[in-house]
């Protein structure tokens, strides 16, 4: 018998309420990993994860509007509309109360863009709060080309690994847009080939679930 307990947090956003459900665990978890998918809304890969990954990481997934991303049926691109900075300073405040162990974010087509711009706030929250424990261990995204490239100016790159989960038969996502990823933190940069196209961790959830847990793996 699977003695193993699934832990999965849903926190729903829409710049103006919270609703969170997170079932009861007494598991310590090694790991945080918080997912952001691709329209802001739950699927079961997302359960299926955090099913798989028990009980040494916490899975939780971040739900908001789909109008905080581009539509789930539009191409991704380096010029898709950036998410509401109002929306994402709620998530990481949210977050930042949730988050006591090391945590990577996940972020699946336009939610890898929204996973970035938490991931800047996250690293500056966690510093100036001195959360024990709390730590951004690295962002991992998949179907999203990097956003404008290079970044901007005015734009932080994070300080810890990225990790870009490509499927190698995915029309949307060039080589070098997979690549344009590392452009963004300071630490190291690694680019994961799946089998799949188009929408590949819909089609092929266990694969993404390996990934995920060698990934994680990989980090320690």
């Known amino acids: 018998m699977d003695r193993r307990e699934s832990s999965t947090e849903e926190i729903m956003f829409d710049e103006r309420s919270v609703s969170v459900h997170r079932p009861t665990s007494m598991t310590r978890h090694r790991f945080q ?3 952001f998918p691709p329209d802001g809304r739950l699927t079961v890969v997302h ?3 955090a099913q798989a990954l028990a009980p040494s990481t916490e899975v939780l997934t971040v739900l908001h509007a789909p109008s905080a991303a581009a539509p789930p049926c539009a191409a991704p691109s380096a010029t898709d509309a950036e998410p509401s900075p109002a929306l994402c300073d709620l998530i990481a405040a949210e977050l930042t109360v949730r988050l006591d162990r ?3 974010l996940f972020g699946q087509g336009p939610g890898a863009v929204v996973a970035l711009e938490v991931a800047r706030r996250l690293e500056l929250a966690f510093l100036i709060a001195g959360i024990r424990g709390a730590r951004l261990a690295a962002l991992l995204v998949s179907s999203q080309p990097a ?6 100016a005015e734009e932080t790159t994070i300080n810890c690994p990225i990790g870009v989960l490509h499927g190698d038969a995915d029309p949307r996502l060039r080589h070098d847009e997979a690549v344009d990823w590392a452009h963004h933190g300071k630490q190291r940069f690694d680019l994961h080939l799946l089998h799949g196209g188009k929408d590949y961790f819909a089609h092929r959830p266990a694969e993404l679930v390996n ?3 060698d990934y994680l793996l990989m980090l320690g």
């Open 33 to 35: 990993l918080v997912c």
């Open 211 to 213: 990934a995920l847990s």
């Open 47 to 49: 359960r299926t994860a």
């Open 102 to 104: 090391p945590t990577v």
């Open 147 to 152: 956003p404008s490239g290079r970044p901007r």
